[in-house]
């Protein structure tokens, strides 16, 4: 069992930053690869960022490449989510979620646990 608790979200205005912070509660954290998601009003989840192991291999959705920068400090069993350059339309509930699966990088679907949400407003 791992819970997974983020932090950060607010309300923001249009071009700004936020940094999005995700405690993991297990001691073996820093085996697992992790990734946050984000979920609109009305929309379906959909995937932001991912990070292996380590914090060598990194993979975003298009979107959001060039502005959010995800990483990990395993000493402190935590993964962020550098978010700059915010546009309205990326209002949400931003998740993470770690994959207790041998993978470097997991695939959507790879995803064991989640946490419980952070909200994210991006006014214009």
């Known amino acids: 069992q791992v819970q997974l608790v983020e932090s950060g979200g607010g309300l923001v205005q249009a071009g700004g930053s936020l940094r999005l912070s995700c405690a993991a509660s297990?001691?073996?954290?820093?085996?697992?690869?992790m990734g946050w998601f984000r979920q609109a009003p009305g929309k379906a989840r959909e995937f932001v960022a991912a990070i292996n192991w380590s914090g060598g291999s990194t993979v975003y959705t298009d979107a959001v490449k060039g502005r959010f920068t995800i990483s990990r400090d395993n000493a402190k069993n935590t993964v962020y989510l550098q978010m700059n350059s915010l546009k309205p339309e990326e209002t949400a509930v931003y998740y993470c979620?770690?994959?207790?699966?041998?993978?470097?990088?997991?695939?959507?679907?790879?995803?064991?646990?989640w946490g419980q949400g952070t909200q994210v407003t991006v006014s214009s």
């Open positions: 979620a770690v994959s207790l699966t041998d993978y470097d990088i997991a695939p959507i679907s790879g995803y064991d646990y």
């Open positions: 297990r001691r073996a954290f820093s085996r697992y690869a």
